[in-house]
């Protein structure tokens, strides 16, 4: 039986989204040094290695005959999908505002549940997370098109990362929908690694981007965070949560992530912070808690 959050959940989640916020930041502090969408095929890579090493320690079985795989193949490739665009959209906008664009992806999460699945209708204060988290869009957005001619392509980074969110909620919706959803979390994640690495460093390739890498301390420590730490660690912990503590209590946490994710842009990259783009994450981050409210009714 799944029991409320302790104090080991609790500070087990905001260490998990500390890391999660700050995946962002490590990939544009290494881009001089290798590009994000080559950096996301690498670690994809690594930590699929790590995730085969600890099925195998396990003796989990994986067979690609157990009628999963189209559906792996398709959660794959929406991840590979996902994680281009974030990384094309570091060379855009702020690491700041591409974080909370992203974590959008619960808004189109819960719309997607409630058009698709029957138990996950939404309701009055859901529907009006919904309208807080557009209309935070809209003005966080709206940054981008104001922005200096200096900086006038921001709102293409912003709209790449609008994209990643999207993407991310469509792979939520294939995994719950499809054979997957019966599978053990590890085979899932593994589908989402091997693919993904293998068809974003087929388009760092097509991009030329081999030719550019130069493994700085910086790219190393930023590639073995992201392997070991968010892609492998942080999943392992998050399936952990799951298994033994209310999954409503735990989807409260999500809207941290951006925060951190905001923060450590504004200490360690220096980024601006617009006030629209302030009020728009807010608007965003207030829309993800109320539809989070529909779990817990």
Not at 40 to 57: D, F, K, P, T, Y
Not at 103 to 109: G, L
Not at 130 to 146: C, E, H, K, P, T
Request: proline share 4%; hydrophobic share 60%; charged share 10%.
């Amino acid at each position: 039986m799944r029991k409320p959050l302790d104090g080991l959940a609790i500070g087990l989640m905001v260490l998990l989204c500390a890391c999660w916020g700050f995946q962002q930041i490590a990939m544009k502090l290494a881009a001089p040094a290798i590009h994000p969408v080559m950096q996301n095929g690498l670690r994809s890579a690594l930590a699929a290695l790590l995730l085969v090493g600890l099925m195998r320690w396990r003796r989990e079985p994986f067979s690609l005959r157990d009628g999963r795989l189209a559906a792996g193949l398709g959660a794959g490739a929406l991840f590979a999908g996902e994680f281009l665009m974030v990384g094309l959209g570091l060379g855009y906008t702020t690491a700041s505002h591409l974080v909370v664009f992203v974590y959008t992806a619960p808004i189109f999460t819960a719309l997607g549940l409630h058009a698709f699945v029957a138990g996950e209708r939404l309701r009055g204060p859901q529907w009006a997370g919904v309208l807080l988290a557009f209309s935070g869009i809209a003005l966080a957005f709206s940054r981008g098109l104001a922005a200096p001619l200096a900086d006038s392509s921001m709102w293409i980074g912003d709209a790449l990362g609008i994209v990643a969110g999207l993407m991310w909620a469509a792979t939520t919706l294939l995994i719950r929908g499809s054979s997957l959803s019966e599978a053990p979390p590890t085979q899932t994640l593994l589908y989402q690694l091997a693919v993904g690495a293998l068809l974003l460093i087929a388009a760092g390739g097509l991009m030329g981007q081999w030719q550019g890498i130069v493994m700085t301390p910086v790219a190393w420590l930023s590639l073995l965070f992201q392997a070991v730490i968010v892609a492998f660690l942080s999943f392992l912990a998050w399936f952990w949560l799951l298994r033994h503590y209310l999954a409503s209590r735990l989807s409260a946490f999500s809207f941290l992530t951006p925060l951190f994710g905001v923060g450590f842009g504004v200490l360690l990259l220096d980024e601006p912070l617009d006030p629209r783009f302030v009020g728009g994450a807010l608007l965003v981050l207030a829309g993800i808690v109320l539809v989070n409210v529909r779990r817990r009714s």
